[in-house]
């Protein structure tokens, strides 16, 4: 079997199996869209016809396939198919689909075998057959054509552990955002989980208040790094995993409920100064960093 007949036969199973992918590759190269099955006269639309394949069908006229043609039975692909849709896309002058008793019961001489022995999942391999080794016997070089060109099973993949399910459910369901807040000492984030159901402005403020430990009223704006501020539930849906954000603070209210507090954290502050920092929930060794360490 040579190059051109190899791929025409690639052609016809991947129609009939409705792989679109392994359809139109092996159209980008060049394989004769309109070639017929040497015994029963087939061609790539008479098989996405039979199988109702409306869009294997639609890119096969696409590239050229001629409608007209008719099997070893005379059949034509239009007369082969129960869908209405293939058949004003073949004969856009019909009215009206046939009902099943008009449609011909084809029955082949020959089944092939990817449709006898069909594997489970229907992906055409369409990778350049490996070159036959020479051969005497005529019953060997038949072997190693068929062996050659016959459609590969789906590889067993390992069993995936609960643990892996579970984590895969919960990346389908949540999505990771680093966050912390803005303008302090502390350039570290936290990660932190928002459900995909919930991705909603409040709940992100929620959320960021929670886990860094500020009051919702201080929060001037939040800001998806590097310079885009988020403001209705659209943004934050359209947020994708390890996004990092920033929340901005009203400082000066910040400043006002904590003024006592932070003048008396600070070591070695003056009289009446006032700390202007916020952390992410926890106090910066950089404020004792002159102090003696005891052992």
Known sequence: MNQSRFNEEMLREAACFGDFEAVVELLNRGVNVNAQHDINGWTALHWASKRNLLRIVEILL??????????????LAVQLTTDEKIVKALDPN???????????????????NYLKNAPLCYKVDTSLPRKMPKVEAA?????VIQESHISKPCAHLPLKSFDTFKQEDSCNHEMILKIRIADTGDQDFIEVELSKKEATYANLVNLCCHELKIDSRYVERIRKLPNTILRRDI??????????????????KVLDSNAGSCESLKPGSKPGEV???????????????NQRVLY
């Open 94 to 112: 019909k009215e009206s689909v046939m009902n099943d008793t008009d449609i011909s019961d084809t029955s082949l001489p020959m089944t092939p």
């Open 62 to 75: 696409i590239n050229g396939a001629d409608v007209s043609i008719s099997t070893k039975t005379g059949d």
């Open 275 to 289: 700390t202007t920092s916020v952390s992410n929930g926890y106090q910066s060794i950089s404020m004792y960093k």
């Open 139 to 143: 019953n060997l070089e038949a072997d």
């Open 235 to 252: 943004e934050v849906r359209r947020l994708t995993d390890y996004t990092e954000i920033e929340v901005v603070l009203l400082m000066s």
